[in-house]
């Protein structure tokens, strides 16, 4: 089946630096790739859809100067963490969307846990 | 806007039966996914409804009522692998949105 890769996995930065997250389609082109936020025993929040080529689109009240997300190819998205502060640490996931799929449509990474400290 | 809402936690032993209830009121629907996952982990995709009425798959089985905006999870025969959080997911505008998800705890 499809298969999702993000990395890293875990990460701990110092406050005021940025963190950059990759996510991966490895076996299909997602031509839309998503971001989410996970807060400990919250729900998935959605923080913005990538479009291969295109700018991404936020969710309201997600920053986009502080999070930056980049979809240059078909199989790459990147969201970037800018000056990460210590209430940015969360759990990030991405998700792909395999085009002229239905059912398994959606498939996500991994997961990376961000420590700012 | 969307509202997806779900039992915070339930508890159950081992064989048993659990249902996990979902309701919702979205304002697009293209189907409801259920996912489970494990503390730290990605969601991993459980079942898919779109038309009303119930879908088996092993052990786990999904049902939909789109006039009533509801849906529910039943998990057979649990196992102790089983003790996750169980998340209610509509796709509405080619997204998703997820519930608050519900922890499940099977006792031995």
């Known amino acids: 089946g499809a298969v999702v890769s993000q990395h890293p996995s875990r990460v701990i930065c110092k406050s005021g630096t940025s963190v950059k997250i990759e996510c991966r389609s490895l076996d299909f082109q997602a031509t839309t790739m998503f971001w989410y936020r996970q807060f400990p025993k919250q729900s998935l929040m959605l923080m913005a859809t990538s479009n291969e080529g295109s700018k991404a689109t936020y969710e309201q009240g997600v920053e986009k100067d502080k999070f930056l997300i980049n979809h240059a190819s078909l199989t790459l998205s990147t969201l970037t963490v800018t000056s990460a502060h210590p209430e940015d640490s969360s759990f990030y996931i991405c998700s792909a969307l395999e085009p002229g799929l239905r059912v398994y449509a959606y498939t996500f990474g991994s997961g990376t846990r961000l420590t700012v400290v | 806007g969307q509202n997806i809402d779900q039992p915070t936690e339930m508890t159950a032993t081992e064989g048993a039966i659990v249902q996990i209830n979902c309701t919702y009121q979205t304002s697009g629907f293209n189907g409801l996914f259920w996912y489970q996952q494990h503390a730290g982990e990605a969601p991993t995709f459980l079942s898919y409804?779109?038309?009303?009425g119930l879908e088996e798959k092993g052990r786990f089985s999904s049902f939909l009522s789109r006039s009533k905006g509801y849906s529910y999870l039943l998990l057979k025969e649990l196992q102790m692998k089983d003790s996750a959080s169980y998340l209610c997911a509509v796709e509405g505008d080619y997204k998703l949105s997820f519930g608050a998800g519900t922890t499940v705890t099977v006792r031995a």
């Open positions: 409804n779109v038309l009303d």
